[in-house]
């Protein structure tokens, strides 16, 4: 049996219609209530949680895969896994955005960066070498430079709408973000075919 920790919400969705469509049994997890733990009957042991909790799992050896957006690998520490698969979904990208005025303003103090993701913006001004002071915001980061927290910010962008509806606008793309498929190197080893004919059955709904 494979152990499988999947991200909550759009991602669950996704994974579980690709799973869906290569014949996995997913009908005990379209009819889940609260469960937190889902087995179906080809073998599959299904955890659902937060990102961050998703590579806990995997650290730990709880699962033997896990679901989770490059977002969430990027801005982590955690780096004792393989990244085996790139499911093309979910696709979006991490972006430095501000009002327009951001582009050509000479700063004569350390610039503010407001983020959710901390590393992700800290890596970024650290190749460019700017010192900047990151503040950490956890809810709607766009509020940084509306309300003079920040001079710009780092976040995800998706469509844009809420940038826009919000005056700022991109300054630089950093990087794309989609869904990954991730193992645990233990977990490889031990349960290497099961884990191939996975990834062989993903791979085949991608080339679809």
Known sequence: MIKIAITKGRIEKQVCQL???QGFDME?????????????QDGLSMIFAKANDVLTFLEHGIVDVGFVG????????????YEMLDLNIGKCYFALAAYPEYRD???????????KY???AKDYFH???QDVEIIK???SVELGPVV?????IVDIVETGSTLKANGLEIIEKISDVSTKMIVNKVSLKFKKDEIFHLIQMLKEEEEC
Not at 28 to 40: A, G, N
Not at 105 to 115: D, G, L, N, T
Not at 148 to 152: C, K, Q, V
């Open 118 to 120: 901390t590393k992700v």
């Open 105 to 115: 303003k000479v700063f004569k103090r350390r610039q503010r960066i407001a983020s």
């Open 137 to 139: 915001l956890e809810g």
């Open 70 to 81: 490059k977002d969430t690998l990027e801005d982590s520490d955690f780096q004792d896994y």
């Open 28 to 40: 005990p997890v379209i009819h889940k209530d609260r469960e937190l733990m889902i087995e179906t």
């Open 127 to 129: 190749q460019k070498q």
């Open 19 to 21: 799973l869906s469509k």
């Open 148 to 152: 003079g927290l920040s001079d710009a």
